[in-house]
């Protein structure tokens, strides 16, 4: 007999189900890749973790307004044949002029993706299945794997991750156009689990967009994790447009590091999905460094939407700016947390973080913690969050003008969903984006 | 028949604010509305414009050939009744170009008018801001955000302007503007004063009443109207106040 230091964890039948049912899959995984595979230790790792601590429950403060019962219900499949539709497949790709990548089910396709010859050098592109081909190839993706790998959904990506995307640009090499990647769905139920890892060299620059998008049946479970990787004075935008079917599930968290002198700013914009929950852990290790996170969200009927940031400063003179926005219709519910931590060190930061929500219905549901902790005495930083509903005074005015109320409701709650998108620099960028939130979120908007 | 109103009452909450207002504006009239704070001047405008909050339990108001108490805010704007606001409402995110340009065209529909593309709208709204002597910057700033007191007074006058109504009804207007602003928009009512559009403008100064002049000046208090005369009640306010009148009305 043997003692447990620990007592094990007990688990509901409902997760132990879908606990085992991941674990099969893992290992099906482990056993194709061979075992000689370095890639298969780092599985198991991850593996032993996760049957150890399972997923995270109500009690755990993190996912106390996450419930995870409906994600449970299905097990997700990681093997299934992607009946591909070009033609549906090019009219969801975002209309802005780019390099077009097109992930199917969780898989990078090269014949959907542009041709990427022109590319100028200095640029290496490849896909996640490429590298880890090579023995060691998965370590390019996993800089940060303690971090990642605190929750449940860091663990199965571990576990599971066979394809991705890997960029690199070396010093001073700039893309004039954006890198557009799609991640389109056509399975329903499929697990789509991808590692990305972005490198800018020093003084390099990245636009990136990307897209989780389903065609067909597309409905399944979305899990990523990217590392984001910037050099002194390298800068990059990116965007993150997530409008998955109302039953899919969505879990992106990345990982950004800056140093000296770096410039990153990131848009998430979540209209879809039952569970969403997008993270942000930003690492601000370098002097004169300006970061920027913003979200928009809206959810209706029971969606969740789970938005989090982490800004960690630890040197001097750095500058974070953040804007989160959720409208909120029907029973949904809203989660906004976010930490903007001072080290001792790193005098004169100026962080800001605020976030403003909009309730359309009486049973629609906000949390939010906007955090600091600050160790340093010469700073200055600001959270706030603040929830209400549109203004009577508002509507009164526009309908005075001859708006009608169903006009006037479109208009204030767009504006105020449209805000964070004024720090979206590329125009072309920001015409998109504002065309395709307003036809999305319209036909919900009476 | 242009515009009647008749025994109106209203209140808010539990509140009686209007007890029984009776008005009648001819095609082309202006009249000017006075009376000390809280008398209900504003609440006046708001019921006529079409504001929920305020409960209408009696009278009539028939605009043209409308019971003007069926409609929603929106048709009577669409049927050419405006507010210039006491305090125009701010709406972040939402340019004034929009905003008027969707006014324009809804009350455009309403009269069988096919829309005003974005080129032929925007080349009007300069030209009406150029008489209110605006900055065409204002056109994209969001509506009344960030604006002067005197410069949200002004953009409700240009939205008057761009929705050419039959009834303008001006709350406070002139107050907090200055000299110049004050004969900028004064300025701009005259531009559209003509025989078949009519005025409310409701006021405590004779100043803008000087540049407007009335053809009828009425004084409200404690929701009624206590007095009318002609522009000569207001220059007689504006020396002796409305004390005296308010005391001749309680004796009675
Ligand atoms: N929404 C409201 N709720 C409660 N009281 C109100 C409201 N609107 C107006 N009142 C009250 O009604 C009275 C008349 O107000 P108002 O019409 O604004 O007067 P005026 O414009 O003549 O100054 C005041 O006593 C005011 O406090
Ligand atoms: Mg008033």
Redesign the interface.
Same mark, same amino acid.
């Given at each position: 007999m043997t003692t447990l230091s620990k007592p094990m964890k007990k688990f509901s039948p409902l997760a132990q189900a879908a606990m085992d049912y991941y674990q099969s899959q893992a290992k099906q995984l482990m056993q194709a890749e061979g075992e000689g595979h370095a890639v298969t230790a780092f599985r198991q790792a991850a593996l032993n973790r996760f049957l150890e601590q399972g997923f995270p429950t109500r009690k755990d403060e993190d996912w106390q307004f996450t419930p995870l019962s409906n994600f449970l219900k299905t097990h997700y499949a990681f093997n299934g044949v992607s009946r591909i539709d070009e033609a549906a497949i090019a009219a969801v790709k975002p209309k802005v002029d780019g390099w077009h990548l097109v992930f199917v089910d969780g898989y990078f396709s090269e014949i959907l993706s542009d041709d990427l010859a022109g590319m100028p050098s200095g640029v290496s592109l490849e896909s996640g299945k490429d590298a880890l081909d090579f023995e060691q190839g998965f370590r390019v993706f996993a800089d940060h794997e303690t971090d990642i790998e605190q929750d449940a959904f860091g663990m199965l990506n571990a576990m599971l991750f066979d394809d991705g995307l890997f960029i690199e640009l070396a010093a001073h090499v700039r893309l004039a156009k954006p890198i557009v990647v799609s991640y389109v769905q056509t399975l329903a139920s499929h697990a789509n689990t991808t590692r990305c890892k972005i490198k800018l060299g020093r003084g390099a620059q990245l636009q990136l967009i990307e897209q989780y998008v389903a065609i067909d049946a597309g409905c399944g479970f979305e899990n990523s994790v990217c590392e984001i990787d910037l050099a002194e004075q390298a800068k990059m935008s990116q965007v993150i447009w997530q409008n998955l079917p109302e039953q899919g599930m969505f879990f992106n968290n990345q990982f950004i590091d800056l140093a000296e002198q770096a410039q990153f700013n990131t848009h998430y914009i979540g209209l879809g999905s039952a569970i969403s929950r997008h993270q942000n852990h930003v690492q601000m290790a370098g002097e004169r460094i300006e970061s920027e996170q913003n979200s928009i969200c809206f959810a209706r009927n029971q969606q969740i939407m789970d938005t989090r940031t982490y800004t960690g400063h630890s040197v001097e003179w750095g500058a974070s700016r953040q804007l989160h926005k959720l409208v909120l219709a029907d029973q949904a519910i809203g989660v906004f947390n976010g930490m903007i931590k001072v080290d001792q060190k790193a005098q004169k930061t100026d962080g800001m973080m605020d976030n403003k929500n909009l309730l359309l219905s009486n049973k629609a549901q906000m949390n939010a913690k906007p955090q600091l902790e600050i160790y340093a005495d010469d700073v200055k930083c600001s959270h706030g969050s603040a929830s209400g509903q549109i203004? #009577?005074? =508002?509507i /009164?005015? *526009? =309908?005075?003008?001859? *708006?009608?109320?169903q006009? #006037?409701r479109q *208009?204030?709650t *767009?504006? /105020?969903l449209?805000?964070p998108l004024e720090s979206v620099a590329d125009h072309a960028v920001r015409d998109w984006l504002q065309q395709a939130l307003s036809a999305a979120v319209t036909p919900y908007l009476n | 028949m242009f515009l009647n109103i008749e025994n109106l009452h209203a209140q808010v909450e539990d509140k009686t604010i209007l007890k029984g207002i009776n008005l009648r504006v001819n095609p082309g009239e202006v009249h000017a509305i006075m009376g000390p704070n809280g008398s209900g001047k504003s609440t006046l405008s708001s019921v006529l414009a079409g504001r929920e909050d305020y409960e209408v339990n009696a009278g009539e108001i028939r605009f043209l050939d409308h019971d003007l108490l069926e409609m929603d805010a929106d048709e009577r704007a669409q049927q050419g009744v405006f507010l210039a606001f006491q305090y125009p409402v701010e709406i972040p995110g939402v340019s004034n170009k929009l905003f008027m340009h969707t006014a324009l065209n809804a009350k455009r529909a309403a009269e069988g008018l096919p829309a005003l593309d974005m080129f032929d709208f925007e080349q009007l709204a300069l030209e009406k801001m150029k008489r209110l002597e605006m900055s065409p910057i204002m056109l994209e700033r969001s509506v009344n955000v960030g604006f002067s007191g005197g410069e949200k007074k002004r953009n409700d006058i240009f939205q008057m302007a761009m929705l050419e109504p039959k009834l303008c009804i001006m709350d406070e207007t002139d107050s907090g503007l200055d000299i110049d602003a004050l004969r900028i928009v004064a300025n701009g009512v005259n531009a559209l004063r003509s025989n078949e559009r009519s005025f409310i403008v409701v006021t405590h100064y004779q100043r803008l009443l000087d540049h407007i002049k009335p053809d009828f000046v009425h004084v409200l208090y404690d929701g009624k109207i206590i007095k009318s005369g002609g522009f000569e009640l207001a220059q007689e306010l504006e020396e002796r106040g409305y004390d005296h009148l308010i005391q001749a009305y309680e004796k009675v």
């Open positions: 203004s #009577a005074d =508002q /009164f005015y *526009l =309908q005075a003008r001859g *708006l009608t109320k006009q #006037a *208009l204030v *767009l504006a /105020f449209m805000e | -």
